[in-house]
């Protein structure tokens, strides 16, 4: 079945680590997404890509990188410079950017700070 | 900006009541309409979508009619089971606008 695979499920982070989200696709599409969703809110886009090799800040890049070195992966690096990270991680793809197609959800990366 | 209000949760409900969760929408044009739906621990999964004005999408034994006059989206199911509980999410997109969410609203359903 085609799909979003994320991982690890869960994931802990020291003061001054950096830890990587992995996100993978299998579904051919072109768009790939990062959001934070903190408890009881939305969703709050960090950064997306259109195409591989292409990235593009969303609404709260700040503290967090990425890559789109292939077509079905799209990892997200939460820096020492995040000072709030716990929260919950989602992936998601799409077949264009921004097209009126829905977006498709990985399970999610519960990220907590040790 | 296009921006998406929904009905401030949680919504608490007895198994077999109706539901309505009400969302309203700010948009020029004719934008998309989307519910999806997150189970605890999970990630969001598309429950419906509608594309154009009076456009109904229904899965599941969910219902929403994309009403442009009011611009309006409510989700509605006739009787609601416990498996229904979850985190209800209203969103919009347009063109190549980014997708925009709701609030999301919290369902809790008693047996």
């Known amino acids: 079945d085609g799909g979003i695979t994320q991982s690890p499920k869960y994931l802990f982070r020291k003061e001054g680590q950096n830890v990587t989200l992995s996100c993978e696709q299998n579904?051919?599409?072109?768009?790939m997404y990062w959001y934070r969703q903190d408890p009881g809110q939305g969703l709050r886009l960090i950064y997306y890509?259109?195409?591989?090799?292409?990235?593009q800040k969303g609404d709260i890049a700040e503290g967090y990188s990425v890559s789109r070195e292939k077509k079905e992966s799209f990892p997200l690096t939460v820096t020492s410079a995040q000072k709030n990270p716990t929260a919950f991680y989602l992936c998601?793809?799409?077949?264009?950017?921004?097209?009126?197609?829905?977006?498709?959800f990985g399970d999610g990366t519960r990220l907590s700070i040790l | 900006g296009n921006s998406v209000t929904q009905m401030e949760g949680p919504v608490t409900l007895s198994e077999e009541a109706f539901l309505t969760i009400n969302c309203t929408y700010t948009?020029?044009?004719?934008?998309?309409l989307f519910w999806y739906v997150q189970y605890p621990g999970e990630g969001l999964q598309l429950l419906l979508k509608?594309?154009?004005?009076?456009d109904k999408g229904s899965n599941k034994g969910f219902e929403a009619t994309y009403r442009k006059e009011t611009t309006s989206f409510h989700l509605e199911k006739g009787s609601v089971q416990v498996s229904d509980s979850a985190v209800y999410f209203c969103?919009?997109?347009?063109?190549?606008?980014?997708?925009?969410f709701g609030q999301g609203t919290r369902l809790t359903i008693n047996p």
């Open positions: 948009a020029t044009g004719y934008p998309s």
């Open positions: 969103a919009l997109a347009q063109g190549a606008q980014k997708l925009v």
């Open positions: 998601a793809s799409s077949s264009r950017i921004y097209s009126n197609q829905p977006q498709h």
């Open positions: 509608a594309t154009k004005a009076d």
């Open positions: 890509s259109q195409i591989v090799n292409d990235f």
């Open positions: 579904l051919n599409h072109d768009a």
